[in-house]
């Protein structure tokens, strides 16, 4: 099993910035994947931006640019820079964790970006 604590959400104006972390511990292989995805209201699960325990990353379109995920592997925990927060980049941040063909899943936090 495999435990992630998300912190660093809040409420912020447009064209502000967050950085949201996820610390994860349990069984952690060195063979990994973490990554964010976000859910907005009445809406899917998307995928925002993943980073390999190499340091592969891929992004979502619409966070090319602004976003930039990085990870502290003697830490076991991802970041997440967002920069020229947008409001339509509110959502419920979902810290998620990938080993052996299982999806792990943390807490969530909430992004709010005011207009």
């Known amino acids: 099993q495999v435990q992630l604590v998300e912190s660093g959400g809040g409420l912020v104006q447009a064209g502000g910035s967050l950085r949201l972390s996820c610390a994860a511990s349990g069984s952690i292989s060195s063979v990994n994947v973490m990554g964010w995805y976000r859910q907005a209201p009445g809406k899917q699960r998307d995928p925002v931006a993943t980073i390999t325990q190499y340091g592969t990353r891929t992004y979502a379109d619409s966070v090319k640019g602004r976003f930039a995920i990085s990870r502290d592997n003697a830490k076991n925990t991802v970041y997440l820079q967002m920069s020229s927060l947008k409001p339509e980049d509110t959502a419920v941040y979902y810290c998620?964790?990938?080993?052996?063909?299982?999806?792990?899943w943390g807490q969530g936090t909430q992004v709010t970006v005011s207009s």
């Open positions: 998620n964790f990938y080993q052996y063909g299982v999806n792990y």
